[in-house]
């Protein structure tokens, strides 16, 4: 006996992932951009909290879908495409802030960066509050303090050390288990867990502090 | 278990109803540990809530950018059409210059084996591998001395 959802054709509307990917691979290029648009908000979660909003994450943001697109005959479905491209773009981040730190090591004396540049691991902060992209159905004043506690959550994300950034994202922003983190970052589960937990102690000071300067700054206006 | 594995597990909603009560318990027992964890609460909250974005119109940029790869890239994600970047592929296109490469090898040692010194009795390749250029003839000739 068949069941009802053998009867029920799956919605033209919601095409599954293993179907756009099967129509992108024949060429069908609006396939492919439906899939840029299902996982956009996944992948600029991972990238813009690991690189901070501006035209590092974009790049990686779009980087990470063209090499979706160039390599499309081999991902396998071994892993979810949302993890599949969260891997990509994590990886991606890694080797940009990577590049980055040569390049800020390089160029910018340490003693000449308030924040101790990137002898303690971290990067400099990305540009400011109007970089980041809101998409809110909140009115004026809603979006705007939205986009203020993105801001302050980006910047207390770029204090962190690269490493301990990328558990938390994974972790916490993208979904993912610590098992899944560690198979994804090449590290021990204990290590998630360790680097995790310090990463929190940071980011509830850091947090707490950028929230105390904020409310000082309402104040004082 | 860790304290901190504890609290993350929490966080997750991942533990049993025995180790929520004793972490009920030590939350009641330890005001620095609950304020720890309430700490990390909003911590995970503020992440949650402060989930970035890319400024409007990325999708357009990344097609644009698909648009823009040469022919052999574009032909990469499609297996099904000529010049695929696949393995087999990747063969056949080596194959052609192996083949060659392997032929003119091939003329050059015959060449040299026949036109050298020690004529057909010493190839190439036994000079090449030290092997000494002996006959059978003068192995027989040694072999009744």
């Given at each position: ?65 063209i090499r979706l697109y160039r390599y499309l005959d081999r991902y396998r479905g071994d892993a979810s495409l949302g993890t599949y491209l969260t891997r990509i ?133 | ?145």
């Amino acid at each position: 006996m068949s069941s009802m959802l053998d009867r029920v054709p799956v919605s033209d509307s919601t095409p599954s992932d293993e179907m756009l990917l099967a129509d992108a691979r024949a060429g069908d290029e609006r396939a492919f951009a439906a899939i840029v648009d299902r996982y956009e908000a996944r992948v600029a979660a991972t990238v813009v909290s690991m690189l901070g909003p501006g035209d590092d994450a974009e790049d990686v943001g779009q980087e990470t879908f063209i090499r979706l697109y160039r390599y499309l005959d081999r991902y396998r479905g071994d892993a979810s495409l949302g993890t599949y491209l969260t891997r990509i773009a994590m990886n991606l981040s890694l080797t940009a802030l990577r590049k980055r730190k040569r390049w800020f090591s390089r160029f910018v004396s340490v003693e000449s960066t308030p924040g101790g540049g990137p002898a303690d691991g971290r990067e400099p902060a990305g540009p400011g509050l109007e970089m980041i992209a809101v998409d809110s159905d909140e009115g004026p004043l809603g979006r705007l303090e939205q986009a203020e506690r993105r801001h302050r959550v980006q910047q207390a994300l770029a204090d962190l050390n690269p490493d301990h950034r990328a558990v938390v994202v994974l972790r916490w922003m993208d979904g993912f288990s610590t098992k899944e983190t560690a198979a994804a970052l090449g590290i021990p589960e204990g290590t998630v867990m360790s680097r995790l937990s310090r990463a929190m102690d940071r980011l509830a000071v850091t947090l707490k502090e950028e929230d105390g300067s904020s409310k000082g700054d309402h104040d004082a206006g | 278990m860790r304290d901190e594995e504890r609290l993350i597990r929490s966080l997750d909603g991942e533990l049993s109803d025995s180790e929520a009560s004793a972490l009920r318990e030590r939350l009641l027992a330890d005001r620095e540990f609950a304020a720890r964890r309430e700490a990390w609460e909003t911590v995970r909250e503020e992440l949650g809530a402060g989930r970035p974005g890319f400024e409007p119109g990325f999708r357009d940029r990344v097609m644009a950018r698909v648009g823009d790869l040469p022919a052999e890239d574009r032909h990469a994600a499609h297996p099904d059409r000529p010049g695929a970047e696949s393995l087999y592929i990747h063969l056949q296109r080596a194959f052609p210059r192996l083949a060659a490469a392997c032929l003119i090898g091939v003329v050059a040692l015959g060449i040299y084996s026949l036109v050298g010194d020690a004529g057909l009795a010493n190839s190439a390749v036994e000079a090449l591998l030290g092997i000494p250029g002996e006959t059978l003839e003068m192995a027989f000739a040694l072999g009744s001395v």
